[in-house]
């Protein structure tokens, strides 16, 4: 157990690091720069977020199998490592059109590291209370790097220009790479991997698309993140056009919702029992379309932080929750590409709004549309509520075996 926790504890601060420079990179470095250095215009921005989207659905399914060959340290390590050359290209392009090419780049090999910190704790705990507690501390992590990255980005941005926020990235990357790589999980290969890429991957798939649980667990949360696509291409120009602040305030105001994101992660331990179960993923994510209302749904500064903060609780505790009930139903040795799934799920969802957003934030406004992906959001998780249930009744989740999947239904 004592070695389990030294783990556990190097995995986290991996996560905390590399969210930490992630977010400031994300926030200041891309978003400030093509919004306020290029002066993108929403279809810009949305183009900006597709490349951006599409290469990390491409990490994501490459991370899945990798992780299953080799285990989330080595995928972590190897990441962390390639991104660094994309980060620092960024710094030094001219153009908007070659600034996209290389933050799709950065998240072709930036998406990987989440997907390997989202598949550790199988490694490293087994039952559903341990998982629980491993990805509460984990996302918890993660999130305090979210609250700090903004801030820091926008500290740095003020200091030294936008432009040197991507030092913050590379830094933290080498940081990460090197508490990735002083954990010690067992990564021998897996017995059922046929030495096949295509063959593993098109396998993971299968899993994930024809056990019950995890296909509902995988399509909630691509629904989450299908409402808030909006949110890639419109909320730094919510910040410039709608609130009309300088770009230092989407880092603040992401980092107060940071704040929410660490309470959530440290109160889902705290929950009930029954919280633990697809029911209690299906309110949960109710709430998170009413809290992305909350967020985008007045021009005062005070409002939308008190919106961040509760938007934050409930994100904070659905994502380690989301997590943990697909590490419970997914065999070990396919942890990797069944999180590596539902992680490209996650970025596609957040990818197709695109196609639609800029003309609609043209013709009803751009708070107006942020407003409409969190209704959105509830609606489609209240409808999926009779789902929940049956998945519910077919199993006890304090009942079910760690690792063990959902019998194949329908």
């Known amino acids: 157990m004592l070695r389990s926790n030294r783990n556990l504890a190097l995995v986290v601060a991996a996560r905390f690091i590399s969210r930490l420079g992630g977010t400031a990179v994300w926030f200041i470095g891309v978003w400030g720069t093509a919004a306020y250095t ?37 995928v972590m390590v190897g990441a962390e490592l390639l991104s660094i050359p994309p980060i620092l290209a960024m710094m030094g392009v001219g153009s908007l059109p070659l ?45 305090v790097g979210f609250v700090l990255g903004p801030a820091v980005g926008a500290l740095v941005s003020n200091a030294f220009g936008s432009q040197s926020v991507f030092l913050v990235m590379a830094c ?9 790589g002083m954990t010690r999980i067992d990564e021998s290969p897996r017995p059922h991997l046929s030495g096949n890429a295509w063959k593993d991957f098109t396998g993971g798939l299968k899993l994930a698309y024809t056990t019950r649980s995890l296909r509902y667990f995988i399509l909630l949360g691509t629904a989450v993140w299908f409402g808030f696509g909006a949110f890639s291409a419109l909320e730094p120009l919510f910040y410039r056009d709608v609130v009309g602040v300088s770009v230092e305030w989407i880092g603040w105001m992401n980092a107060v919702f940071g704040v929410g994101l660490i309470a959530g992660a440290a109160l889902l331990p705290r929950l009930p029992n029954r919280v633990a179960t697809a029911r209690g993923l299906a309110a949960l994510t109710v709430l998170t379309g009413l809290g992305a209302m909350l967020y985008v749904g007045s021009t005062d500064l005070k409002i939308i932080a008190a919106g961040a903060v509760a ?27 069944i999180v590596g799934t539902a992680q490209w799920h996650r970025s596609a969802g957040e990818l197709l709004p695109l196609a639609f957003v800029p003309a609609l934030a043209a013709t009803i406004g751009i708070q107006q549309t942020l407003i409409a992906g969190g209704i959105l959001v509830s609606i489609a998780a209240a409808g999926s509520w009779f789902t929940a249930r049956g998945i519910d009744r077919s199993r006890s989740l304090e009942g079910t075996q760690s690792h063990e999947p959902l019998p194949e239904s329908g």
């Open 38 to 74: 290029f002066e993108a215009t929403p279809r810009q921005l949305a183009i900006l977020s597709a490349a951006n989207g599409l290469a990390a659905i491409g990490g994501s399914l490459v991370a899945g199998v990798l992780i299953d060959r080799f285990g989330p340290r080595k």
């Open 99 to 143: 600034f996209v090419v290389c933050s799709a780049i950065f998240s072709f090999f930036g998406i990987p590291t989440w997907t390997a910190g989202a598949s550790f704790a199988p490694y490293l705990f087994e039952g559903r209370k341990d998982l629980e507690r491993a990805n509460a501390y984990i996302e918890g992590g993660s999130s």
């Open 172 to 180: 933290a990357s080498v940081l990460a790479m090197i508490a990735a």
């Open 311 to 337: 938007w934050g609780v409930i994100i904070g505790a659905f994502e380690p929750l989301l997590r943990t009930l697909i590490h419970l139903d997914s065999p070990h040795e396919y942890v990797g590409r």
